[in-house]
């Protein structure tokens, strides 16, 4: 029983490192202070929207610490969304706050970060080359549902993101776009789109065909 007692706080500590070595790899933003004050200013200005630690709501605003999310989106991204907001959406700019303040908000977002960041490799990836006729049936059949059938959103009726707006596409990256769509966002009605385990198991061709008939959309510069 002694010897249990003494194993037991180790292994807890053990885990509590473990939990915590991936979050401070590469991250110099997530000194504690910072974090802190982050959660301060997200309390006053964004989580009437975003609600309790970000989690989001379906068809009102995404979650700002979903893990795909995290490890995909860089810093840039997200400072960039937040100045700037997403204009004929939800989202409104802060550029009021500024720059010390929107990268305080990001360190607390990054606090959540489970997955290793990989935002530098996806936004790397090669621009998108596709079919716009073929993507438009795609994204019509399938991505309309909870997009809009022009990608305008939530002012659409639906219950994903305005991914056919210049608000988002201006700031993401083929290769954000991408793993998005393959890989989905867990605990959020964006699924995977490839493998068996996909809501519609699209070949990498037929993304590259989304993507290409995103970027044409009347809307979207
Ligand atoms: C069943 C509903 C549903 C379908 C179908 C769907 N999405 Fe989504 N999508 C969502 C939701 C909900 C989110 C936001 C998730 C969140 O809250 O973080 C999202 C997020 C996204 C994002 C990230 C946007 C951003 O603002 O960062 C992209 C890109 C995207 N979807 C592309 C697509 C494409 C392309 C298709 C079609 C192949 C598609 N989605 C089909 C529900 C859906
Ligand atoms: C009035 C509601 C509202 C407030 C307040 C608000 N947001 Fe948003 N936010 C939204 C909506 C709606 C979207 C999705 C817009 C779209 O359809 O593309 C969004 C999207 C985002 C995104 C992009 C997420 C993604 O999945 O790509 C980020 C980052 C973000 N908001 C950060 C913030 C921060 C930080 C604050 C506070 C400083 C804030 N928001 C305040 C409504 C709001």
Redesign the pocket.
Known sequence: MKRLRIIQPKAGLLITLILLAPLNAGHADTDPAMVKEGEKLYQANCVFCHQADAI?K?GFA??LT?PE?LSIASDKFFMGTIRDGRAGTGMPPFAHLGHKKIKALVAYFRSFEILPNRSAEVDAQPEAHGDPRLGRF??EQ??A???GVKGDGYLAGG???A?GRPG?LNK?SDGF?RV??KEG?SN???LG?SGSNG?AN?TDQEIDD?ITYMRDLPDSQ
């Open positions: 989001g379906a995404p979650s979903n999310l795609w994204f399938i991505c549902t909870c997009h219950t994903g993101t991914i988002f993401a776009i998005t769509v966002r959020t009605r964006m789109f809501l699209l989304v």
